[in-house]
């Protein structure tokens, strides 16, 4: 899966420049004389527009505008960038300060002076020149109720505006016959069907079975779904088969008992199934066509929540230890047709944190489902192509680690929080509360974070997409 735009990252040189640009500006109006810093409107004179720096930002940044006859009123400013109002700072004669709003895709700059009411226009100027207005990357809700009263909790079949709201959210899966279509489990709770098209959700129904705790499909012609039942029998067998010709309403039971298991992956090229036990701390091999079924290596723990996500090119997996902190790696022996031993990515065994940093310096906590993203700046430069977003669930955030081991905070933690319900810039502003679910949609360029303990389906995607 390829992630289309990548982020843009503003240079820091030209943020200090702007920084630089705002100090002056507020200095020198305290270094100036109360008459010179008057500088009140007059009626006779038109308003001028004659510069803005940057000349070009995003939802946030801080923006000059630079004319003539402004006066020093901020309650008769009125500033529209792209059509939409701005929130002005400051405003001192022949200069304003505001903050670029959100959706100013047009770019057009225009100061209006308002009546002492604040209502009527007295005049107005508009600059030649167009912002140019990057759309970036934010949070916010695709699906589901957000109650702040958890008691109004609601759980039904709708249309996305009249839907409840999702409780255990757990693993997201794209239906690979079609991509409008997201599965998700949600351990006991239901699980759904999110159409993407129809904006509908409805319930997909699993009768007799417990905790769903993944979704997963057969690599045959028919691609029959496979979910898994995290139940705690040594008897019980887990996996069962929904077929694509029953319209997902029939299943079979894969004669296979096991316990504990939190996860489960087919190799994209050979086609076995890997899947994770929780008491036995083991990765086991299950071959879908023999029946045939082995161990494929032992995890460094037992009684631990694993999680398994293989690399599309079927090079290696990740495996990731919920309640350890950390992510291993197990590489794929195409001889053997078989995963190897792990070793670890990302977080150190046991230690809980909130670090950025390269491999085991990282620090995570909780960190639960991932998925690989194609970065087209990666394919340029030759080499693995992808990086791997993962939610982390007890730090509350979105967090990314590259093909070379470094990791870092994508998405949460707004406004130097940590767990919350907000939306908005991908750092400064959203908030998660325990996400464990993730899924990219490649048709769309966004992606879906299951918020679980907010029970509702987020969306960080582009401005207007």
Aim: charged share 25%.
């Amino acid at each position: 899966m390829e992630m289309k735009n990548k982020i843009k990252i503003r240079p820091w040189p030209i943020q200090g420049i702007l920084v630089a640009l705002i100090t002056i500006f507020f200095v020198q109006c305290k270094e100036k004389s109360t008459d010179e810093l008057a500088s009140v409107f007059d009626p006779s004179k038109p308003v001028s527009v004659t510069d803005f720096l940057p000349k070009e930002g995003g939802a946030g940044s801080n923006l000059v505008v630079y004319g003539d006859n402004f006066g020093n009123d901020i309650s008769r400013i009125k500033v529209i960038i792209g059509g939409k109002i701005t929130k002005v700072i400051s405003v001192k004669g022949n200069a304003l300060y505001c903050i670029v709003p959100a959706q100013a895709y047009d770019g057009d700059i225009k100061v209006s002076v308002l009546d002492e009411a604040g209502e009527d226009e007295l005049a107005f100027g508009e600059a030649v020149e167009m912002f140019t207005y990057e759309r970036k990357w934010i949070v916010t809700d695709l699906v589901g109720t957000y109650y702040e009263v958890g008691s109004m909790f609601e759980e039904k079949e709708g249309p996305f505006g009249d839907c409840g709201a999702f409780k255990e959210i757990n693993w997201f899966t794209f239906d690979p016959k079609n991509p409008n279509r997201m599965y998700f489990a949600a351990e006991n709770s239901a699980a759904r069907i999110v159409d993407l098209e129809q904006r509908y959700v409805s319930y997909f129904r699993t009768p007799g079975l417990g905790r769903k705790s993944v979704i997963l499909w057969k690599p045959d012609g028919d691609q029959d779904l496979i979910t898994a039942e995290n139940h705690a029998s040594d008897t019980r067998n887990a996996f069962h088969i929904y077929s694509r010709s029953s319209n997902f309403q029939s299943s079979q039971v894969i004669n296979r008992v096991a316990r504990g298991v939190n996860g489960a992956a087919i190799h994209p090229v050979n086609g076995e199934m890997y899947y994770t036990l929780f008491r036995a701390g083991e990765i086991r091999r299950h071959d879908l066509t023999t029946g045939t079924d082995e161990l494929a290596f032992a995890n460094p723990f037992s009684a631990v929540a694993i999680y398994i996500v293989i690399h599309p090119s079927g090079d290696y997996a990740y495996i990731t230890n919920s309640e350890r902190h950390y992510i291993l790696r197990s590489d794929y022996d195409y001889g053997r047709k078989t995963f190897k031993a792990p070793y670890p990515v990302a977080g150190t065994a046991s230690t809980s944190g909130w670090v950025d940093g390269v491999g085991t310096n990282a620090r995570l906590n909780r960190p639960m489902q991932g998925v690989f993203v194609k970065n087209p700046v990666y394919e340029e430069q030759g080499g693995d192509p992808y990086d791997y977003y993962f939610c982390d669930r007890d730090n509350h955030c979105v967090r990314t680690v590259t093909p070379q081991g470094r990791v870092s905070t994508f998405a949460g933690r707004g406004n130097n929080g940590t767990s919350g319900y907000s939306n908005g810039d991908l750092r400064l502003e959203a908030r998660f509360k325990g996400p464990r679910a993730i899924a990219y949609d490649e048709t769309r360029d966004c992606f879906y974070i299951g918020d679980t303990d907010n029970w509702i389906i987020r969306k960080i995607a582009l401005e207007g997409e």
